[in-house]
Structures are given as C-alpha cells and as structure tokens.
C-alpha cells in the first residue's frame, strides 16, 4: 500500500524553498482550502524530463490569469525550480504537480488583499492512473449523472481546482457501481469527457473526439491529435450524442496521468480491445512518442 501523502520522505519546492516534504505545510484557514481558490498541473517525467514542461507551465499562468491569480515568480522560474526538484529528489520517471492556492491573509469571498503561494511536488507511485492490466484489457465505464457545466457558469479552460468537485463525485459514483471511471456529459447533453481525462472514438480509421467548448482541451488531447494526424488518421472535432456511441468500432481515454488507455465499454455499449486494435496500437505509440522526446 502507497504511503500517505503526509509522511513521506524529500523535498517539496514551495514558495521559492525546497522544504522537507512533512513540513510543507498551510494553516487550516486558508482561502485556497474553504474556497477552492487554485490553479494547478498535471506533469509526467520520463528518464528525468518533464514532457511538454512548458506548455504545462504556460497553461498554468493562462488558469491563474482566468481566475484572477498573479503567480508572483516567472515561467522560467517555475521551469527551472521543477528540473531542480526532479534531480533533488532523484526521480527519473515521475508524476509532477504543481499548484498556486490564495493563502491565509484573508478570508471570505473577496481576494482584494490575499496572499499568492506556489508549490511544486514530485512522486513515483502514480505509474499509471489505471492499473496497468485494465489498461490492456480496457476500462469500463458508466454514464455519470454529473455534468459538465456551462462556460458561463464554471472557468472551463483553467486547470483550477473547484471543478474538479464533480470529477470527484463522478469518480465515485462510478467505482461504488464496480466501474472504473465515468462517461461525463456536458450542460447540452453532449459527450464530454472521462473524470479526469479526454475521450476518442474510433470508426474504422477515422478518430472521433468531442469539441472542448466546455471542458479542459488537455495538453495530452492535443499532443495524440497531432500524432494521429502525423501517421495519416482522418481526425474530426465534433459534437457527439450519447446514443451515437453505439456506433464507433473502439474507445480510449487520454491525459497525462492515464496517457492513452483503451475503453472496453460504456454503460451496456462494448468496444473492441486487445492487441490487434488501433487503440492499443495508439498506446504503444504514445509510449514511444514520450521516450523519444527525451
């Protein structure tokens, strides 16, 4: 079984210092904690490099800028403090979080005089958000009665952390019902997305993928679209109806911590996995694609 986040030996970076990892603490009362008022990443490495460092690094100043948080360091102090971390804690490959949160010097709603912090962790538990043979043989998914809402109602293009409340709820609707992860829809009905990744479709080799107009465009949904089209794949963006999932041949989620994991059904709708199949073909190329940027 994993440690606990909170007993853990290393560093984590925080506010310009590397501090022992049980002692990077906040008080309870802090604005970020009781108003979920964050921004934050997602990153991997791969034998000691973050992939697409600074496009992670770019995103999260572009989610502080739409939720109205300054980060008080630059990008290339971000960037260069992640590579620092990575060779203090000596980890090649890793997961890679970090996060901006309005601190304790006030409190309530308004942010007039709060306090900006910054940190960053590394760990190497998160192998995988799935366990690896789910991935091969495919996840199973079901429809979450959670919505992806409106963009005029939620910041959807920040990584920021109060939407991700019904990602949690969805998560676990989902594994209470003996699933792996959920189908999102969004506020129209559309097919948005997993809990915490992007979704493709696959119809004979043509890809599939729902517009994100109101959901986080990943930085890996992006990089898996360039890759498909490299290698000759018929891509279309578009709106896609629930009862339309029926007729796509194969399934598969992508984002950084589940990078590309086949789907082998949705609700009472199954899609075709194993070796033989463009998703796990899609996989092993993404694999490559990551160790190759190294």
Not at 59 to 73: C, D, E, M, T, W
């Amino acid at each position: 079984m994993a440690k606990s986040f909170d007993n853990r030996d290393g560093w984590i970076w925080i506010d310009g210092k590397f501090v022992p990892w049980r002692e990077a603490t906040m008080h309870v009362i802090t604005q970020g904690l009781h108003y979920a008022s964050s921004v934050f990443e997602g990153e991997r490495a791969y034998n000691g490099k973050i992939f697409k460092s600074i496009e992670h690094t770019d995103r999260l100043f572009q989610s502080a800028k739409i939720v109205g948080i300054n980060i008080p360091y630059t990008k290339d102090e971000i960037n260069n403090s992640k590579n620092q971390l990575l060779e203090k804690m000596n980890l090649k490959n890793c997961y890679v979080r970090p996060i901006v949160w309005r601190g304790s010097n006030q409190m309530g709603i308004s942010t007039a005089n709060a306090d900006i912090h910054v940190a960053i962790a590394v760990w190497d538990d998160w192998a995988s958000y799935f366990k690896i043979e789910d991935r091969i043989e495919g996840l199973k998914l079901i429809t979450s009665p959670w919505k992806r809402p409106s963009p005029e109602t939620a910041p959807s293009q920040a990584k920021a952390s109060g939407p991700y409340l019904i990602c949690t709820m969805s998560k676990e609707f989902a594994e209470q019902k003996g699933y792996h992860d959920a189908l999102m829809l969004d506020y129209r009905n559309y097919v948005a997305e997993g809990t915490g990744a992007n979704i493709f479709f696959i119809k004979d080799n043509n890809i599939y993928t729902p517009i994100a107009d109101c959901f986080l465009n990943g930085i890996t949904r992006k990089t898996v679209i360039e890759m498909l089209k490299k290698q000759g794949f018929n891509l279309t963006e578009k709106h896609i109806l629930p009862d339309e999932v029926k007729n796509y041949d194969e399934a598969f989620l992508t984002g950084t911590a589940a990078e590309i994991t086949p789907i082998k059904s949705i609700d009472n709708v199954s899609f075709a996995t194993g070796e033989k199949t463009l998703s796990y073909k899609f996989m092993n190329d993404f694999t490559d694609l990551v160790n190759s940027s190294i």
